[in-house]
């Protein structure tokens, strides 16, 4: 295992990369003559000369990750994979940032605009661990700006992929969403409710189904129990604090409780 990834991703390792696992060999060999033994390394002066070059051989590096990973796999391990992230996140960032420029040019077509667009969409959807980790403020910009200009443009694109999103962000939406669900809503109507208020189609999914139960068990509940009413309310009220909420049922402010307690 240890020869063929270091034959793999040797590639990853820049200079500083390769001395500091260097260095972590020379900690566990106890001197730089038993680590260069272990690398395979023939000369001391080689190691020394690693401060005037511009950057490490490839097939030194390869000598260097070997090592590494048979005598502190764990650890080198670790420190690949960070590398590895650093360098996809590289590559998905001019990826995404390239898309991003063709699609803000003032002369684009609509259809063309739309197919990028959604190419843009799929394409952090399909990376959303490395866009969360690495990318979330830079990919975040683009998205509102794209999805500004399909309003200009009357363009309708999809809701914002769940995946892409973190759990806080979706709580946070969550309220408002339910607020916003109806009594009685459609497929069509989710997605148009989701563009609006740029939140993912299976957030509606979920909220229209948790305000259903939510609205079914007040119902069988309020019917069953006939509470009796504190106060005599009266039968139009003059006024509301907060306006209605998820039920349809008006919310009224602690105020108006109280005079309709003196009037009783």
Known sequence: MA??????????????????????????SG???????????????????WKETSDIKLSTKIKILNTSLTNIPDKTLSFLLERSEE???DILHVILSRTFEIVMRQNISKETFTELANRFTLITKEHAGIVLEHLEEEVGEMTQAIREKA???????????IETMKPAQLLELLPMITKAIPEKIT??????LAQ??????????????LTSIIRA????????????????????PTELQYGPNIFGHPIYSLEQYS???EAA
């Open 217 to 236: 068990r007040y119902e069988v509940e309020f019917h069953s129990a006939a509470p009796q009413a504190p106060y005599p309310l009266p039968k139009q």
């Open 87 to 89: 360098s996809t996140s």
């Open 259 to 261: 005079k309709w307690g």
């Open 3 to 28: 020869s063929y990834l270091s034959e793999k991703y040797a590639y990853l390792l820049t200079k500083e990369d390769a001395k500091q696992l260097f260095e972590s060999l020379v900690d566990l």
């Open 151 to 161: 309003f200009n443009l009357k363009v309708d694109l999809p809701p914002v992929p």
């Open 187 to 192: 497929q069509s109507e989710k997605l148009d």
């Open 31 to 49: 001197s730089v003559s038993e680590a260069a033994r272990k690398c395979n390394i023939q000369s001391r002066k080689t190691i020394y000369d």
């Open 196 to 209: 609006k208020l740029n939140a993912p189609i299976e957030l509606m999914d979920f909220s229209a189904t």
